[in-house]
């Protein structure tokens, strides 16, 4: 694997580190492009109960895209590079967990980046914001869709348009992340470690039903859920989990 991004094994957690620090781990398409091949390479790997996704060095999760490669794109190349499937979907897509471990800024495409994850923890000195239209753009990568969803619609429309960023405890209360911490990956990986103690199938189910309630109506939503309850209820998993249960009452 290319050294732009380094891995790490902690028993059941996956470490991925985004290895740009000159770069304040811009997303080239280099990087973009080991990520979702080390995400791909993961998904049947049963060692991984868990992936935490970081930046190296102390001031950057990721600042955003390489812009020195999209000004070089033509418009149709660009709009190509940014459709799925890519490094968002990879990460929304994959079936175990992945936590934001976020060590630094996530600004741009690195805020994409972090919202396609299913937890964020955040750093206290952390800027998140969504820069782009100081460029004369809008965010690509899910930016317009997964940040609304995630903080409403006014405060969503507050960063996009302005491109301002906001800071740790504001994303904390906004709910665009989900934890501050002194050490980020640290409490990534007491998260993950608390998660990676679960079913496996049961945490792949979750995310599915989890995922559904963020992409289907609600009324949809719901009948997959009953659907991935089922899959989960015949699992092996479950059934010496109900039955430790019962012998202890």
């Known amino acids: 694997?290319?050294?732009?991004?380094?891995?790490?094994?902690?028993?059941?957690?996956?470490?991925?580190?985004?290895?740009?620090?000159?770069?304040?781990?811009?997303?080239?398409?280099?990087?973009?492009?080991?990520?979702?091949?080390?995400?791909?390479?993961?998904r049947d790997d049963p060692d991984t109960r868990v992936v935490i996704l970081r930046g190296a060095g102390e001031k950057a999760f990721a600042a955003g895209a390489d812009v020195e490669e999209m000004a070089a794109r033509a418009v149709w190349a660009q709009r190509a590079f940014i459709t799925p499937p890519h490094i968002y979907s990879a990460v929304a897509s994959h079936p175990k967990p992945v936590i934001a471990a976020l060590n630094g800024h996530a600004l741009g495409a690195g805020l994409e980046l972090a919202m396609a994850c299913d937890v964020r923890v955040c750093a206290p000195g952390a800027k998140l914001g969504q820069p782009e239209i100081n460029l004369g753009i809008i965010p690509g990568g899910g930016g317009t869709q997964r940040l609304p969803r995630l903080v409403g619609a006014g405060r969503a429309?507050?960063?996009?348009?302005?491109?301002?960023?906001?800071?740790?405890?504001?994303?904390?209360?906004?709910?665009?992340?989900?934890?501050?911490?002194?050490?980020?990956l640290a409490r990534a990986k007491e998260i993950g470690s608390a998660m990676a103690?679960?079913?496996?199938?049961?945490?792949?189910?979750?995310?599915?039903?989890?995922?559904?309630?963020?992409?289907?109506?609600?009324?949809?939503?719901?009948?997959?859920?009953?659907?991935?309850?089922?899959?989960?209820?015949?699992?092996?998993?479950?059934?010496?989990?109900?039955?430790?249960?019962?012998?202890?009452?």
């Open 197 to 249: 103690s679960k079913s496996p199938v049961a945490l792949r189910l979750a995310k599915q039903a989890l995922r559904a309630a963020e992409e289907l109506p609600l009324s949809e939503s719901l009948e997959r859920e009953v659907d991935l309850f089922a899959l989960a209820f015949q699992s092996e998993e479950a059934k010496r989990g109900i039955a430790s249960f019962l012998s202890k009452k």
């Open 1 to 42: 694997m290319t050294d732009l991004l380094l891995h790490e094994r902690d028993g059941p957690l996956l470490v991925l580190t985004l290895n740009r620090p000159d770069k304040r781990n811009a997303l080239s398409a280099a990087l973009r492009s080991a990520l979702r091949d080390a995400l791909a390479k993961d």
């Open 157 to 184: 429309a507050r960063m996009v348009l302005t491109g301002e960023p906001i800071d740790a405890p504001t994303a904390l209360a906004w709910g665009l992340v989900d934890d501050v911490a002194e050490d980020a």
